[in-house]
């Protein structure tokens, strides 16, 4: 059988894993009966309900004919780890990660790392530019955040704070 | 008239030069923030609900209207300038707003906006005023069964008007009822789908799934297609305020949207998001006039309806908080949240147990609406010079205010661990053409949902039918249903999914 759609098949196929899981999970709980909802009962249905409907959008993209085979299309891989990544890296960076020792480097630190990372995420990555950006973004950040607003941020690495 | 002496209580209290102040302050921060692309109204009132913890309750909350409203504003302003949906409601005023913008009339689409904006938000307090005490007493007949076919009516009406294909937005709803579910179950105590995670026990962060799958998907969408064919701004503008020709054009966009905005705004499930959409979709069905840019190229009315639509939404989204205690969007969750930290139980007993509270916010409302006016078209020169930013320079940006926005949330690196899976999420979502808004009302109103059902289903001892033998109940079911129906039927179906074929 030729898949008709290759994005609704695939989102199908995800909506039912993702449905059958989330029912199953429900089941551990105590389900309970209407009368007596437990923490189980309306999980279950909702997994039930998402379950049934991603097989409907798989059978339909079995089915029904489009124009182009709607396909996915190539999945920017780029973008996707260093976006992803420097918001990571600001995370471990700002909060420290205490199971490898590291200790909280603070925002500062945070804001020159994830401007570096983010911007190889574009096709032109230029350092000066990067570097002239994180540090127009971690004085506006700090006097926006931390002077104005008074958000509770660690500034400067622990080690010197 | 009770109307008028309820409104002179309102502007009484509201007229003080201190709550005066607040309005302005909140007014001001609400755009300034709003306006940075990427943290829209609710990322926006999250972090400034710090600022009023020590404020009277009344001034807190004028102060908040204030900065929700500013957000709102500033958020359009930056769907126009950045091409960047600030919230779900200015998804539409992207469409022609940013191409009106690339044209060089980036001023007029702003002038529209806000001019349709300040419009609607006056004929919205007004309904607000006049509807909200007999919808008060028509709350007190609400029972769960009553609000749980509510909340189903309301993510009906929100999937209807999304885009693209039924069944993929009514699963993308029911995956954010799912979402919604984990953390502690308030009525056993049982930690759901935490996975032995303590921050989970608390549930997902709102903020989270909305920067991730809103900010960074996008993100990483934009960065994938080549620099050619990505959106570049024209540099020139030309004349900041509407010709002739624009106000004739607007003024009926800006009616009918205040009209659609005003009555949809009062069901739950995203009003104002609901009915930016369908004035959207109501300007684009109606026939052109000779001479008139077509939808999608920077048609005027495109920015018009939309925006005013969703002020008049937004204002009007007010009554189901304050008379049935059921927040209507994420943006009055937060201010649920706010109510409650200054010990106000929103419902129907908030006009009758604090009146000037409650008067003194509608009224403050439309003094708000009215300094958004003065204080944002003589800068608009400033929001334009943010076209001229260069995406390269913005991304980085926008990622960081999202990291940081997630952060302050709950000053908690964990919520930077769930922006990064929500991202990918949401650029899997991007990939699949799967519209994320509809996940996000799930999300809020799921633990809702679960609660009155509960409730409901206790009452009558497990009884389903007592959905459909309450006349109130029963009458949403039927609108419900009545709406799924006529989506379904051919010549509708046709013509919604040709009003949102991109262009």
Same mark, same amino acid.
């Given at each position: 059988?030729?898949i008709k759609?290759q994005?609704?098949?695939?989102?199908?196929v995800?909506?039912s894993?993702f449905?059958?899981?989330?029912a199953?999970?429900?089941?551990?709980?105590t389900?309970g009966s209407?009368?007596r909802?437990?923490p189980?009962y309306?999980p279950?249905?909702?997994?039930?309900?998402i379950?049934?409907m991603?097989?409907?959008?798989?059978?339909?993209?079995?089915v029904?004919?489009?124009a182009?085979?709607e396909?996915?299309?190539r999945?920017?891989?780029?973008p996707?780890?260093f976006?992803i990544?420097?918001?990571?890296l600001?995370?471990?960076?700002l909060?420290?990660?205490?199971?490898?020792?590291l200790?909280?480097?603070?925002l500062i630190?945070?804001?020159y790392?994830l401007?570096?990372v983010?911007?190889?995420?574009g096709?032109r990555?230029?350092?000066?530019?990067?570097a002239v950006l994180?540090?127009l973004?971690?004085?506006?950040?700090?006097v926006?955040?931390?002077?104005a607003l008074?958000?509770q941020?660690?500034v400067w690495?622990t080690f010197i704070? | 008239m009770?109307?008028?002496s309820n409104l002179?209580t309102?502007?009484?209290?509201?007229?003080t030069?201190?709550n005066l102040a607040?309005?302005?302050?909140g007014?001001l921060?609400g755009?300034?923030?709003?306006?940075l692309?990427?943290?829209?109204?609710?990322?926006t009132i999250?972090m400034?609900?710090?600022a009023?913890y020590?404020?009277?309750?009344?001034?807190a909350?004028i102060?908040?209207?204030g900065?929700y409203?500013?957000a709102q504003?500033g958020g359009s302003t930056?769907?126009i300038?950045?091409?960047?949906?600030g919230?779900s409601?200015?998804?539409?005023?992207v469409?022609?707003?940013?191409?009106?913008a690339r044209?060089?009339?980036?001023?007029?689409a702003?002038?529209? &906006?806000?001019?349709g904006?300040?419009f609607a938000?006056c004929?919205g307090?007004?309904? !607000? +005023?006049? $509807? =909200?005490?007999?919808l008060?007493?028509?709350?007190?007949?609400f029972?769960p069964?009553?609000y749980f076919?509510?909340m189903?009516?309301?993510?009906i009406?929100?999937?209807v008007?999304?885009s693209?294909?039924?069944?993929?937005?009514?699963?993308?709803i029911?995956l954010?009822?799912a979402l919604?579910?984990?953390g502690?179950d308030v009525n056993?105590g049982?930690?759901?789908y935490s996975?032995d995670?303590p921050?989970?026990?608390?549930?997902?962060?709102?903020?989270?799934?909305?920067?991730?799958?809103?900010?960074y998907?996008?993100?990483?969408?934009?960065?994938?297609?080549p620099e050619e064919?990505?959106?570049v701004?024209?540099?020139?503008?030309k004349g900041?305020?509407?010709?002739?020709d624009d106000?004739?054009?607007?003024t009926p966009a800006?009616?009918?949207?205040? &009209?659609?905005?005003?009555?949809?705004?009062?069901l739950?499930g995203?009003g104002?998001l !609901? +009915?930016s $959409? =369908?004035?959207y979709t109501?300007?684009?069905?109606?026939?052109?006039?000779?001479?008139e840019?077509?939808?999608?190229q920077g048609?005027?009315?495109?920015v018009?309806?939309?925006?005013?639509a969703n002020?008049?939404g937004?204002?009007?989204s007010f009554i189901p908080?304050?008379t049935l205690g059921?927040?209507?969007n994420p943006?009055?969750a937060?201010?649920v949240?706010?109510?409650?930290i200054?010990?106000?139980q929103p419902?129907?007993q908030?006009?009758?147990?604090n009146p000037e509270?409650?008067?003194?916010l509608i009224?403050s409302?439309w003094i708000g609406?009215l300094?958004?006016?003065v204080?944002n078209?003589?800068?608009i020169g400033?929001?334009?010079?943010?076209?001229?930013i260069?995406?390269?320079w913005?991304?980085?940006a926008i990622?960081?205010f999202?990291a940081i926005g997630v952060?302050s949330e709950?000053?908690?690196?964990?919520?930077?661990?769930?922006?990064a899976?929500?991202?990918v999420?949401?650029?899997?979502?991007?990939k699949?053409?799967c519209?994320?808004a509809p996940?996000l009302l799930?999300?809020i109103?799921g633990?809702m949902?679960e609660?009155?059902l509960?409730r409901a289903?206790?009452?009558?001892?497990?009884d389903?039918s007592v959905?459909?033998?309450r006349p109130?109940?029963?009458?949403l079911?039927?609108?419900?249903?009545?709406?799924?129906v006529?989506?379904?039927?051919?010549s509708?179906?046709?013509?919604?999914?040709?009003?949102?074929?991109?262009?």
């Open positions: 059988m030729r759609s994005r609704d098949f695939f989102a199908g995800l909506f894993a449905g059958v899981a989330f199953w999970g429900a089941t551990t709980y389900v209407g009368a909802m437990g189980g309306f279950l249905i909702v997994g039930v309900l379950a049934i991603g097989a409907a959008i798989t059978l339909k993209a079995l029904v004919e489009t182009d085979g396909p996915v299309g999945i920017a891989w780029r996707l780890f976006i990544g420097a918001n990571l600001f995370g471990v960076l909060g420290g990660l205490p199971g490898i020792g200790p909280p480097m603070g630190v945070a804001i790392a401007t570096f983010a911007g190889l995420a096709d990555f230029s350092f000066k530019a990067s994180a540090t973004l971690a004085i506006g950040s700090y926006a955040f931390v002077l008074k958000l941020f660690p690495p704070a | 009770d109307l008028i002179a309102g502007f009484g209290v509201a007229f030069l201190q607040y309005a302005f302050v007014c921060l755009t300034l923030i709003g306006v692309p990427g943290i829209g109204p609710v990322a999250a400034l609900l710090p009023t020590a404020l009277p309750p009344v001034s909350l102060m908040l209207a900065i409203y500013g504003y930056t769907a300038l950045v091409n960047l949906p919230e409601s200015s998804v539409v005023t469409i022609d707003g940013y191409q009106m044209r060089g009339r980036a001023g007029p702003l002038a529209a &906006a806000g001019l904006s300040f938000g004929v307090t007004i309904i !607000l +005023a006049a $509807f =909200a005490p007999p008060t007493e028509l709350a007190f007949k029972g069964a009553e076919s509510l189903v009516l309301g993510l009406g929100a999937v008007l999304a693209g294909s039924l069944l993929k937005a009514i699963t993308m029911l954010g009822l919604g579910l984990v502690t056993s049982v930690a759901r996975f995670i921050e989970l026990t608390d549930g997902i962060g709102f903020i989270a799934i909305a920067m991730g799958v809103f900010g998907g996008e993100i990483i969408g934009n960065l994938s297609t064919s990505r959106e701004f024209t540099s020139k503008i900041l305020w509407p010709t002739k106000f004739k054009r607007m800006v009616l009918r949207g205040t &009209a659609l905005g005003s009555a949809l705004g009062i739950p995203g104002a !609901l +009915a $959409f =369908a004035s109501m300007e684009k069905r109606s026939r052109l006039k000779p001479g840019v077509p939808f999608g048609n005027i009315r495109g018009a309806g939309p925006e005013s002020n008049a937004a204002q009007t908080l304050l059921i927040p209507p943006v009055m937060l201010m949240g706010a109510m409650t200054h010990n106000i419902g129907p908030v006009m009758t147990a509270l409650f008067w003194g009224a409302m609406n300094m958004l006016i204080l078209l003589p800068m400033i929001w334009i010079k943010l076209l001229s260069p995406y390269k913005l991304f980085p990622v960081l999202c952060y709950n000053n908690n690196t964990f919520d930077v661990w769930m922006v899976i929500f991202g999420v949401g650029y899997v979502f991007l699949l053409k519209e994320p996940l799930g999300f109103l633990p949902m609660e009155n509960r289903l206790l009452l009558s001892r497990g389903w959905l459909v033998t109130i109940s029963l009458g079911i039927i609108a419900a249903a009545l709406l799924l006529i989506v379904l039927l051919p509708v179906k046709a013509k919604r999914e040709e009003a949102f074929v991109e262009e």
